[in-house]
């Protein structure tokens, strides 16, 4: 199989930066163009010096004809922006994977009441698929533009989804307490997130509306059937990489035992590489994800009461973002789901 050529908008963030260290080491992909406006015509390797002796390509400004010649291009950056070149480069057969939210929400006026703008090609919405490969792997693999899910949203979803599908839990009061390390917040200065300010502290934001509400309870409204409501609560962790999802709900048939539920688990997530159901008592650690791109889930029914507890970690650069869409990339074109993918998380 020829080598697949990659695109890169926005290069110089941290799921740019982190796009480009998992493609170095994936056998079917290279990077052929990367664009940073503040950085063109910099080496790619000056600017990250870890990947020193993996590339000789240097940042360019973003030019849609340019990433036309490439197979696959991957949009890096922050809202508002994928939706302005996509349609061009759909025209060109060129396939996308936007890590951004422009098109993870069909409701273009939902969007835009979350995103604060008018959608430009509201059109494309219905098709975009939504890039849970869990979810929808099907659909992946025939689809020209991808949504790349939240980091979030993937953590929450792939610990709700069992209990929905099979109609376990009551829909109408999930709950989800997640908190992120602070390079979700990207690479660009915020006194928000200096380092003075996230260290030894602990917080909540976001607490009256997060804008991964509404992707999430679409995509888990959908496997339900009916209308799902979340309460989601946002934190943010003096790390740099990872969330921790703590996810609450209310069993409907309390016969349900714990073990069933593991099996049910194990079942539902057997043929998914990137899913670990870690045995029964588990507790999930943001450093045993940490550069790899699995979710790491386990369940707890505390005081053997109604409440089933569901853990998810998840590293949100690799599994939250970039090692997604990559695997969403080998979906697309049939190639090994996993394919330079198989990194360990690191130890410790
Ligand atoms: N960080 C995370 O954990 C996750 C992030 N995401 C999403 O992925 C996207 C990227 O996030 P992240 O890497 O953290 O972001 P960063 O802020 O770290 O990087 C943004 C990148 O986009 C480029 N860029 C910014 N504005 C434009 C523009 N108008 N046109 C072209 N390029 C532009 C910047 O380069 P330059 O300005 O030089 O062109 C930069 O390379 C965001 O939508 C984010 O919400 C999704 C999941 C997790
Ligand atoms: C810690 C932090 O600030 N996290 C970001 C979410 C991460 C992200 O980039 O959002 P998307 O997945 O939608 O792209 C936030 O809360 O807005």
Request: proline letters at 5%.
């Amino acid at each position: 199989m020829s080598v697949l050529k990659v695109g890169i908008v926005g290069g110089t963030g941290y799921t740019g930066a982190e796009l480009l260290r998992l493609i170095a080491g994936h056998p079917n992909a290279e990077v052929a163009m990367i664009t940073s406006r503040a950085e063109a015509g910099v080496g790619v390797d000056e600017l990250f010096p870890s990947l020193r002796g993996y590339t000789d390509l240097k940042f360019t400004v973003p030019d849609v004809s340019e990433l036309a010649a490439c197979d696959v291009v991957f949009f890096a950056t922050p809202h508002n922006v994928a939706m302005k070149m996509v349609p061009e480069l759909l025209a060109a057969n060129t396939r996308i994977i936007d890590l951004s939210a422009d098109f993870r929400i069909r409701d273009a006026k939902l969007w835009s009441e979350w995103y604060h703008e008018e959608h430009l090609c509201p059109e494309l919405l219905a098709e975009a698929v939504y890039g849970l490969p869990e979810k929808k792997a099907d659909q992946i693999k025939d689809a020209r533009l991808i949504a790349c899910p939240g980091c979030y949203p993937t953590s929450i979803q792939l610990g709700f989804l069992p209990l929905i599908e099979e109609k376990l839990i009551d829909t109408s009061r999930l709950i989800a307490s997640a908190a992120s390390g602070v390079s979700g917040a990207g690479r660009q200065a915020k006194v928000d997130n200096l380092f003075t300010e996230i260290s030894d502290s602990f917080k909540a934001y976001g607490v009256s509306g997060h804008r991964h509400l509404p992707e999430i309870e679409q995509e888990l409204s959908e496997a339900a059937g009916s209308d799902v409501a979340l309460t989601f609560t946002p934190h943010l962790l003096p790390q740099v990489r990872g969330i921790h999802a703590t996810l609450f709900s209310e069993i409907r048939d309390p016969a349900v035992g714990l073990d069933e539920l593991q099996f049910l688990f194990e079942k539902r997530y057997a043929d998914s590489p990137f899913v670990d159901v870690m045995p029964l008592g588990s507790t999930p650690q943001t450093r045993t994800v940490r550069g790899g791109n699995m979710c790491r889930i386990a369940l707890h029914r505390p005081q053997n009461r109604n409440t089933v507890v569901v853990l998810s970690a998840i590293d949100n650069l690799v599994k939250g973002a970039s090692g997604q869409a990559i695997q969403n990339m080998n979906l697309m074109f049939g190639l090994e789901e996993s394919a330079g993918l198989n990194g360990i998380s690191l130890l410790p």
